[in-house]
């Protein structure tokens, strides 16, 4: 067996030990359910081969696997699984994350004020109940709570995703040679240009119309649509999105303002020669009827948050600069007439959409999306602006929170203790309350079972003193302890522990193994 195949079988046979019950064997469903407490979902394709596995051993009635069909289910799928339990990816404890999450969305739901969107027709119609709130990491962790499959139309969410793709046509310059990049300080509609006779930025009714006229000019108005889906789709990681036609059509009923939008911009020569406005009008209604659930619109954050990689597909969809660009604009002119309140307290790249859709970019960190229809008076939903809010109180979420001095109250989800103290301390914690399954986990990373704390007090002695004959097993079984008679502070083994607290069996035990007492000797 060379290095590398002897490398996979030792994580392999660590995960296997973590997970596997005293039987020996792992039992199908809670690993699944092992996966997805850690953010890894079974529709995650980074782990498509470890299901095509699973399904062919449940075809077979088997529920219970032993450790080769183990190992041959998760070997090909290993790198994701291996951090997943190793902590390794960028929310270490993403149940504890998950938790705080729960908690916070369930006080938000309880908000239920707000209208809904009257001004196009369609969006009336909506359940004013749903709630929905995803997540998803750079790593690909994700968290899907409520309302999460229930489809909604992007509005004005496209208009970042438009702007990217016109900068990845274009250099920068030439975009913003068409569309200014200032806050307008006006609502979204307003017929009003910059002093150059230009939109203000692209996050606007008129700048998004503006970018629309930027992509794919030359091609037929069906593969220019079929193009922006297809750029949506691989930014959610392959989800497919919907669309609404009656959306569609409702909003061209109602589009006075845009159209004086385009024809004004016409006016002032704003756009690129030879643009026709109706077809590009015609182009951005399209756009604003693309259907997406929260569960998609998070990767679609996580991707940006990735520096345009998207987490489950690995895919440089966008280039960095294009990121980093529409993260500026999203940061000062996502959120409406709110956008410079939403940056002062909650200080994340942002935009929302009259559908009640709001998704947030945490950069280097993760994606999260909320939708919910009710909209406050600048056309933000109510319950998402609530939600982010709250989320940046509890967590140092906020751009500014990392300076020096702030406020350290705030939890830091990312954080990652020394690894090598904390492995230390927990194995002696979980060795005294007798919990294997807690000393398997803590085994991939490669934590020392024979470490003593100040009194040099080792797991082994700790487990011989509460008794714990499981653990004892396990640290001189499959945890690797050589030296059956470490000696405390005290002079005192494991063994005069066990002795001490009258635990016949793990004295037995450990005399079996060659245990030795060193209060005999005294005496």
């Not at 909506?126 to 509005?155: A, E, M």
């Not at 975009?175 to 200032?182: M, P, Q």
């Not at 108005?221 to 609404?244: P, Q």
């Not at 559908?355 to 109510?382: E, H, K, W």
Request: proline residues 4%; hydrophobic residues 35%.
């Amino acid at each position: 067996m060379n290095t590398n195949n002897k490398m996979l079988q030792s994580v392999c046979e660590k995960i296997f030990q973590i997970v596997s019950k005293n039987d020996g064997k792992v039992d199908r469903a809670s690993f699944m359910h092992c996966l997805e407490n850690r953010g890894i979902l079974q529709d995650d394709p980074r782990i498509a081969e470890f299901l095509k596995k699973i399904k062919q051993y449940q075809s077979k009635q088997q529920c219970q696997l032993d450790k080769k069909n183990f190992i041959d289910c998760i070997s090909e799928n290993i790198s994701i699984i291996e951090s997943t339990f190793t902590e390794s990816n960028v929310i270490p404890n993403f149940p504890e994350f998950s938790s705080d999450l729960l908690t916070i969305y369930k006080e938000c739901k309880a908000n239920n004020s707000g209208k809904m969107a009257d001004y196009i027709p369609q969006l009336a119609k909506q359940n004013p109940d749903h709630f929905g709130l995803s997540v998803c990491t750079i790593s690909g962790q994700r968290l899907n709570i409520g309302d999460t499959s229930v489809k909604f139309c992007v509005q004005s969410c496209c208009k970042p995703l438009n702007y990217c793709l016109a900068l990845e046509e274009h250099d920068k310059e030439y975009v913003h040679k068409h569309v200014g990049r200032e806050p307008s300080g006006s609502v979204f509609n307003a017929l009003k240009l910059n002093t150059k006779g230009l939109p203000h930025n692209p996050l606007i009714n008129a700048g998004a119309i503006m970018t629309c006229s930027l992509i794919k000019r030359k091609e037929a108005a069906a593969d220019r649509f079929d193009y922006v889906t297809e750029m949506w789709e691989k930014m959610a990681g392959n989800f497919e999105l919907g669309y609404s036609n009656s959306v569609y059509l409702s909003e061209r009923m109602t589009a006075d303002r845009n159209f004086a939008l385009a024809y004004f911009m016409n006016e002032n020569n704003a756009f690129p020669k030879d643009t026709n406005i109706l077809d590009i009008l015609e182009f951005y209604f399209q756009c604003c009827s693309l259907k997406i659930d929260t569960n998609a619109l998070s990767i679609v954050a996580a991707t940006l948050a990735n520096g345009g990689v998207c987490p489950l597909t690995g895919e440089q969809v966008l280039s960095p600069q294009t990121v980093k660009h529409c993260l500026s604009m999203m940061y000062s002119c996502g959120m409406y007439d709110y956008s410079g309140e939403f940056a002062f307290k909650i200080g994340l790249p942002a935009k929302s959409g009259v559908a009640g859709g709001v998704f947030v970019v945490i950069p280097n960190v993760m994606g999260i999306c909320t939708y919910s229809p009710r909209l406050d008076q600048y056309g933000n939903s109510i319950r998402g602006v609530d939600f982010f809010t709250k989320l940046t109180k509890v967590f140092n979420f906020h751009n500014f929170d990392n300076l020096k001095n702030t406020d350290d109250a705030k939890k830091d989800p990312r954080e990652k203790r020394n690894q090598e103290e904390i492995t230390a301390e927990e194995i002696i914690k979980y060795s005294s309350l007798g919990d294997v399954s807690a000393l398997k986990r803590l085994s991939i990373t490669n934590g020392n079972f024979s470490n003593g704390d100040y009194d040099n007090r080792t797991p082994l002695h700790l487990a011989s003193s509460n008794g714990h004959l499981n653990v004892v097993k396990y640290l001189i079984g499959q945890g690797g302890v050589k030296n059956i008679n470490p000696v405390d502070r005290w002079g005192g083994t494991p063994l005069d522990d066990s002795n001490r607290e009258r635990h016949v069996e793990v004295s037995k035990f450990l005399m079996t193994k060659g245990g030795v007492s060193n209060s005999d000797k005294k005496q």
